[in-house]
């Protein structure tokens, strides 16, 4: 069927004049023609969209109505215009369906042929027809757009929407207080091994050993924390992420990073890299430097500590309960290799034996209903490797720089467990007896064998305040003093120095010690304070033996790091902003065993994540 649109004198010529003097294309009024044509159905709703024009122009299913509307909002036509296009359009629609219904339907395929010069034959489009034209129209558009990058679809490159950046910073002002009644002349046995050693005859050291401060407070310490990560998707079953971290230090536990010093700039240390793999969406293996990936509080591990290794996790919810998930990790975790070819200075080379941790967790989590949930879980952490010996016969007096178990003295030590001298030092026959100096090393007393249970509940009081329970239990399956008392070498506790001799030595019945820990936390509040508003206030209660932990993993902050100590800490949380929040802490603390050790903190930071 053909629809002629004519152009008489009475009818569009007026609004062609318009066209003609606002620059309007031919091609948008013949489009707009044929959309009109085919909307020949519609001769009701275009009077109505006409009347409706005239007074708040309200959007149409007309698209040629709503087209004229929107140019007359533009100021390309004038609103008598439009009401002129508009009547004209309905007038010639109506003559199209009469001349189609006196034809007949396998008849003629004009209607009013044109008979005068400029009159214009529109062929009718089904709506159909429009619609395969329209999508077609929009893929080579689109196909356009990408290969020339000037619409969104490819104006980022590819590999770009795969990588992911994330990060962190925290500004911190902190004050440490010491109890005028504490001990004095602690021994930092950290500092002893990193520097080598320390001679402990009095006969021919007349020095102390590096001490650490337990009587001087200490204010105004800024800080900042500085985090940033990029995780990128390789495929779908495989992610790479790295992530560089300030620090004072290449020490395990901490990232923050002291202001001052002249305003020297501050180090940046390789904190994260990891390649994670995905064959499953219950189950992951990562390999490389990453965030622990154990159900676990601080009481054992640091919040700022990355594992090194590799570790398989699953997650599952149980076939007959949905409400119900499983979940388990297994890894293993160099710590801390021997040095290749020690001692550099012998013919007869030291085992290389490697310190380990395996760990294993098995735990659920039960969402009981909309307001309660719990979470729990069993671990077992088996640190390897870690005791330290007595070398053999060592003469330093010949001239030898190291003994065969030095590198049995931990890499990272913080304060608290037991420890016992490495060095079996020989006596300088050429000397009188007791005039050989003995420079000292010290290691581990015990190995660590760890069970941990550890328990979550979150909960909504008065239907309106979001609670957290949490606790969690710790002992060590290692700890027997019998065994460390066993050993050639006398143990040394957290509180006796570095000074102590044979003939001085700690006895068993002075021995003090312990491998038990937990804790306890309550929070009120979001336990996440990410979006603006949202706060919370917790309460926390700690006790850790000596030797119920490494004393290198644990929180660096609480006693001001270490085991030995028991104690609270409150904290209070407001996020002035989404992702921006505010908080405070005040962590008291003071020995288990020993002579007293009391310990305060009060840290006051601002957060910012992105």
């Given at each position: 069927m053909i629809v002629?649109?004519?152009?008489?004198?009475?009818?569009l010529q007026p609004a062609r004049g318009v066209l003609k003097r606002t620059r309007v294309s031919l091609a948008v009024l013949s489009l707009g023609m044929v959309c009109a044509a085919g909307a020949h159905?519609?001769?009701?709703e275009t009077q109505a969209a006409m009347r409706s024009s005239e007074a708040q122009a309200a959007p149409s299913e007309n698209t040629v109505i709503n087209l004229i509307n929107l140019l007359v909002k533009r100021g390309v036509l004038t609103k008598q215009n439009a009401q002129d296009l508009i009547a004209e359009a309905q007038s010639e629609a109506a003559q199209a369906r009469a001349a189609a219904a006196a034809a007949p339907r396998a008849g003629a395929a004009v209607v009013n042929a044109p008979t005068q010069a400029g009159d214009v034959a529109v062929p009718y489009v089904p709506q159909i027809v429009r619609e395969q034209i329209t999508d077609q129209v929009r893929k080579e558009v689109m196909a356009q757009a990408k290969s020339e990058n000037w619409a969104q679809p490819n104006a980022i490159p590819d590999w770009t929407q795969r990588i992911k950046i994330n990060g962190d910073l925290r500004v911190r002002d902190e004050f440490h207080f010491f109890s005028p009644g504490n001990v004095t002349g602690l021994t930092n046995f950290a500092a002893v091994n990193s520097g080598g050693?320390?001679?402990?005859?009095?006969?021919?050291?007349?020095?102390l050993p590096p001490t650490l401060n337990t009587t001087h407070d200490r204010a105004n310490l800024a800080s900042v924390r500085a985090r940033l990560g990029v995780e990128a998707t390789i495929s779908s079953q495989f992610m790479a992420g790295l992530q560089l971290a300030s620090g004072n230090d290449d020490g395990p536990v901490s990232t923050t990073g002291a202001l001052g010093g002249g305003f020297a700039k501050k180090d940046v240390w390789l904190n994260a890299a990891y390649i994670k793999y995905t064959p499953t969406a219950w189950a992951n293996i990562v390999a490389g430097r990453f965030q622990n990936p154990f159900f676990s509080s601080d009481l054992l591990y640091s919040n700022d500590l990355q594992f090194d290794g590799i570790a398989a996790t699953f997650r599952h919810a149980l076939p007959a309960r949905p409400d119900i998930n499983v979940f388990g990790t297994l890894g293993a975790f160099p710590i801390q290799y021997s040095a290749d070819g020690f001692p550099s200075d012998s013919v007869s080379k030291a085992s290389t034996d490697t310190k380990w941790m395996f760990g294993a967790q098995i735990g659920a989590d039960w969402r009981i209903?909309?307001?309660?949930?719990?979470?729990?879980?069993?671990?077992?952490?088996?640190?390897?490797?870690?005791?330290?010996?007595?070398?053999?016969?060592?003469?330093?007096?010949?001239?030898?720089?190291?003994?065969?178990t030095d590198n049995e003295a931990p890499s990272f030590m913080q304060k608290g467990n037991t420890l016992i001298a490495l060095r079996n030092i020989v006596q300088n026959p050429n000397l009188a007896p007791g005039l050989t100096a003995e420079p000292q090393l010290f290691g581990l007393a015990y190995n660590y064998r760890l069970f941990d249970t550890k328990l979550q509940w979150d909960t909504v009081i008065a239907d309106r305040f979001k609670l957290r329970l949490d606790g969690e239990y710790v002992r060590n399956l290692a700890y027997n003093s019998n065994n460390a008392f066993a050993a050639a070498s006398t143990p040394v506790n957290n509180f006796n120095n570095a000074t102590t001799s044979s003939s001085t030595a700690v006895t068993q019945a002075d021995y003090k010690s312990g491998g038990t820990g937990y804790m306890f936390k309550v929070t009120l509040g979001d336990p996440e304070t990410l979006e603006r508003g949202q706060w919370n206030f917790s309460v926390t209660y700690k006790y850790l033996e000596p030797d119920a932990m490494l004393d290198a993993f644990t929180d660096p902050d609480f006693n001001l790091g270490g085991t030995n100590a028991k104690g609270y800490i409150i904290g209070a949380q407001y996020a002035v902003a989404k992702d921006a929040w505010v908080q405070a802490r005040?962590?008291?603390?003071h020995e288990v065993f020993g002579p007293p050790l009391s310990i305060d903190v009060l840290q006051l930071e601002l957060n910012a994540r992105f």
């Open positions: 002629k649109m004519t152009s008489r004198g009475d009818g159905a519609q001769s009701l050693g320390y001679d402990i005859n009095p006969y021919t050291n007349g020095t209903n909309t307001q309660n949930k719990v979470k729990g879980a069993l671990a077992y952490y088996d640190f390897m490797n870690m005791r330290g010996n007595l070398s053999s016969p060592c003469s330093l007096y010949l001239g030898q720089t190291s003994c065969s005040y962590l008291s603390a």
